[in-house]
């Protein structure tokens, strides 16, 4: 019975790590590769290396960025009072896309998960509470995902928040519970902001 050569068993081994990718589909994937022409194989390379070795997160509120702090931190139109808590940097794009939020974020890379083990310590906690102390916010508006999960990670940051002169929102349940902020449509978005409502 042929077999694969090396390479090819590693590229599919490394293809089928992926989510969501069997072995089936990373054998698809392996001979997709060996059959486009070398500039374009050696393209998906190069922009996977890319994006490991350029892009890190903003040393101030966790986005992915290409430099120290992120284009949103850097941007002097940003309202400077106003500060947005999402779970991942897909979420605070969700939130982009819809156009309307004019203030700054604060990515938590995740939330407080205890069946998975993801505690408070695992988050971007002690930069946000830290940040809030030591900024001039009037407002922190609580955007993580509504599920179970994402609203206990919200009460979590409002106690850790609740001696501290600022106003702490929500977004309003425009988004259906259980569903997530990057699937929602902008118009949706744009509403929770919106109607966003005191925690
Ligand atoms: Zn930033």
Same mark, same amino acid.
């Given at each position: 019975?042929?077999?694969?050569?090396?390479?090819?068993?590693? $590229?599919?081994?490394?293809?089928?790590?992926?989510?969501?990718?069997?072995?089936?589909?990373?054998?698809?994937?392996?001979?997709?590769? $060996?059959?486009?022409?070398?500039?374009?194989?050696?393209?998906?390379?190069?922009?996977?290396?890319?994006?490991?070795?350029?892009?890190?997160?903003?040393?101030?509120?966790?986005?992915?960025?290409?430099?120290?702090?992120?284009?949103?931190?850097?941007?002097?139109?940003?309202?400077?009072?106003?500060?947005?808590?999402?779970?991942?940097?897909?979420?605070?794009? %969700?939130?982009?896309?819809?156009?309307?939020?004019?203030? $700054?974020?604060?990515?938590?890379?995740?939330?407080?998960?205890?069946?998975?083990?993801?505690?408070?310590?695992? $988050?971007?906690?002690?930069?946000?509470?830290?940040?809030?102390?030591?900024?001039?916010?009037?407002?922190?508006?609580?955007?993580?995902?509504?599920?179970?999960?994402?609203?206990?990670?919200?009460?979590?940051?409002?106690?850790?928040?609740?001696?501290?002169?600022?106003?702490?929102?929500?977004? %309003?349940?425009?988004?259906?519970?259980?569903?997530?902020?990057?699937?929602?449509?902008?118009?949706?978005?744009?509403?929770?902001?919106?109607?966003?409502?005191?925690?």
């Amino acid at each position: 019975m042929p077999e694969f050569t090396q390479s090819v068993v590693d $590229l599919i081994d490394e293809f089928a790590k992926l989510p969501g990718i069997g072995k089936k589909s990373a054998e698809r994937l392996a001979y997709h590769v $060996l059959r486009v022409h070398r500039t374009e194989a050696l393209a998906l390379a190069d922009a996977i290396r890319n994006v490991k070795e350029n892009v890190r997160y903003c040393s101030r509120c966790y986005n992915l960025s290409e430099a120290e702090v992120c284009e949103i931190c850097r941007d002097p139109k940003r309202q400077q009072e106003v500060l947005c808590v999402v779970e991942q940097p897909r979420d605070l794009m %969700a939130l982009e896309q819809s156009g309307v939020y004019q203030g $700054l974020y604060h990515v938590l890379l995740g939330r407080i998960a205890p069946l998975e083990g993801i505690g408070p310590a695992q $988050l971007t906690l002690d930069a946000l509470a830290e940040r809030v102390r030591r900024g001039s916010f009037r407002e922190v508006i609580m955007a993580t995902n509504p599920t179970v999960e994402g609203d206990s990670t919200a009460l979590h940051i409002s106690n850790l928040l609740a001696d501290l002169p600022i106003q702490i929102t929500r977004l %309003a349940r425009g988004i259906t519970t259980g569903s997530v902020l990057e699937f929602a449509n902008k118009e949706i978005l744009a509403d929770a902001l919106t109607g966003r409502q005191e925690f």
